[in-house]
């Protein structure tokens, strides 16, 4: 089923835009001659990204985790431009050490951006598009890490597959009224972008997890990772084609994917990549 949303003279707005992935987003969606709004914490950056653009372009500065800072964002874009044709929920962080050493603040600051965000966001904007009545797509932003548990990643793995159960959840009350909004579910990685900058909040982090993190960043800086523009072209086409699951093939996540789900389907404990 391939997506009818306007994208020429049409609306997108995008959250986390200062950021790798929504800055490639944003990137993407002018050159569509989309109409943008960025939202943020980091407003600097934000138009920063708004000054290179070649259209028109509003910025607010936004934290996702307040439910009002969305009504606000969703307020202001209709204001300026009528209609919201594509929701980007793509804010987030990351949160890394082992689990007994990470602090109830640095989990919960987690949840907060990368699913609670999310809620505040289909909260402030399904309501309004249900309203205008024409067809809009939400693409939240997940990982492929919510697939995968990972070792010294569990706030990070945890939040992205509550996006996933979010997400189908959502994907199936809107089929049950019939609504003419779309969802997809985005699995950007590896990007080159700043989400691995800062990992372990206030904590410090544990030397082993240092390590860890310092080769994941490493390899996505080398060529293990795609430029944002990239997983921003991968990403418009999967809109286009109307895709769920915005997930490229991957020789690295298929068949451990594979094994998992035939893992839990015959009780198995689980294989952990990274800690076999
Ligand atoms: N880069 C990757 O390899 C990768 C892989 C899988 C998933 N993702 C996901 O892609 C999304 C974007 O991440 P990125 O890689 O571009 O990282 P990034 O750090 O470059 O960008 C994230 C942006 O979110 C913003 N942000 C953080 N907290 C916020 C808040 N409370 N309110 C508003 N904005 C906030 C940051 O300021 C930043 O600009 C995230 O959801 C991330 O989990 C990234």
Not at 168 to 179: D, F, S, V, W
Request: with cysteine.
């Amino acid at each position: 089923m391939t997506s009818k949303i306007l994208f020429a003279g049409g609306t997108a707005v995008i959250t986390g835009a200062a950021g790798g992935v929504g800055g490639g987003l944003a990137r993407k969606a002018a050159v569509l001659g989309m109409n943008l709004v960025l939202a943020d914490l980091d407003s600097e950056s934000l138009y920063t990204l708004a000054d290179s653009l070649d259209t028109e372009v509003l910025v607010v500065p936004t934290d996702v985790t307040h439910p009002a800072a969305l009504e606000n964002l969703a307020n202001q874009a209709w204001n300026r431009f009528g209609r919201v044709d594509l929701l980007f929920n793509n804010a987030g962080i990351m949160c890394a050490g082992f689990t007994w050493e990470i602090s109830p603040e640095a989990f919960g600051r987690c949840f907060a951006v990368n699913v609670l965000g999310i809620h505040n966001g289909i909260r402030a904007f399904v309501p309004r598009m249900l309203k205008a009545g024409t067809p809009a797509h939400i693409v939240n932003t997940a990982s492929m890490g919510g697939f995968l548990p990972s070792p010294l990643l569990s706030p990070y793995t945890a939040t992205k597959s509550a996006v996933f159960m979010l997400s189908e959840c959502l994907y199936g009350e809107l089929k049950m009224i019939n609504a003419p909004i779309g969802i997809s579910v985005l699995h950007p990685g590896p990007v080159q972008s700043g989400i691995f900058g800062s990992p372990f909040g206030d904590g410090g982090g544990n030397p082993v997890a240092r390590q860890f993190i310092d080769a994941i960043n490493q390899q996505i800086a080398g060529d293990g990772g795609i430029t944002p523009d990239q997983s921003a072209e991968l990403t418009f086409a999967g809109i286009q084609a109307g895709e769920f699951w915005i997930l490229a093939e991957s020789e690295f996540l298929d068949p451990r994917f594979r094994e998992r789900v035939e893992g839990i389907l015959e009780r198995r404990p689980p294989k952990i990549f990274g800690a076999e």
